[in-house]
């Protein structure tokens, strides 16, 4: 049951460099978003896509772009990284768009140095 | 400013007892509430919601009510289990909306102990 897939788990990044997150899943899902979250703080919403070729924002894109040209795969990717980009992420999937139905990812965690 | 808040970073409880987790919103436009479950090194995951129609649902151990005049909901958890110990997220949003309209709480960090 692989579900919703990220890599990598953690990384380390100088500020400035950039990089992609991957995930991937495997449940047919419409559905994709890219969450982070910073300490003490709920989930933010960075972007989100509702089907191939199709994204939009969230609540705290600046600094992320996004992709969704398969159905099972949705990298975010981080352009000239900065040290308030430090954070957890997840991914998620959902068939619905029903909150009951969303399914997240393990996590990566970024370190910005 | 944050529109869902959990005003406890975390709580402790003894196995057997009730853990109540609370949750207090500001935005009266929501009408659907949901709890995740977080576990250190996974992902979130569903674990109950209530729509604004109700001020209870159960399933099995966990109760969640809703207090729309107040604002204020809270999850209850009887009795609890040691395997109950993780971070509880609070989420709400206008309608039953996926994760493109989901507002988050900061999370309470619940401890059972045996």
């Known amino acids: 049951n692989a579900g919703v897939t990220q890599t990598p788990k953690f990384r380390i990044l100088k500020i400035g460099q950039s990089m992609t997150l991957q995930c991937t899943q495997d449940?047919?899902?419409?559905?994709m978003y890219w969450y982070r979250q910073d300490p003490g703080m709920g989930l933010k919403l960075i972007y989100y896509?509702?089907?191939?070729?199709?994204?939009d924002k969230g609540e705290v894109p600046n600094g992320y772009n996004v992709s969704r040209t398969t159905t099972e795969d949705f990298p975010l990717r981080l352009e000239l990284a900065a040290p308030s980009q430090t954070s957890v992420y997840f991914c998620?999937?959902?068939?619905?768009?029903?909150?009951?139905?969303?399914?997240f990812g393990e996590g990566s965690w970024l370190t910005v140095v | 400013d944050q529109q869902v808040k959990q005003n406890s970073p975390s709580l402790s409880v003894q196995e057997g007892r009730i853990s109540i987790l609370n949750c207090d919103y500001t935005?009266?436009?929501?009408?659907?509430f949901l709890w995740y479950k977080k576990y250190p090194a996974e992902g979130p995951t569903f674990l109950i919601s209530?729509?604004?129609?109700?001020d209870k649902n159960e399933d099995g151990r966990f109760t969640v009510f809703l207090n729309k005049s107040a604002k204020h909901l809270s999850l209850h958890i009887v009795p609890s289990q040691p395997g109950d110990s993780a971070v509880y997220f609070c989420?709400?949003?206008?309608?039953?909306?996926?994760?493109?309209?989901?507002?988050f709480g900061g999370g309470t960090r619940l401890m059972v102990k045996p």
């Open positions: 935005n009266s436009m929501f009408d659907y």
């Open positions: 998620a999937s959902s068939r619905y768009l029903i909150g009951d139905t969303i399914y």
């Open positions: 896509s509702v089907g191939a070729g199709i994204t």
């Open positions: 449940m047919n899902h419409n559905y």
């Open positions: 209530i729509s604004s129609i109700k």
């Open positions: 989420a709400a949003s206008e309608a039953n909306n996926a994760g493109n309209m989901l507002t």
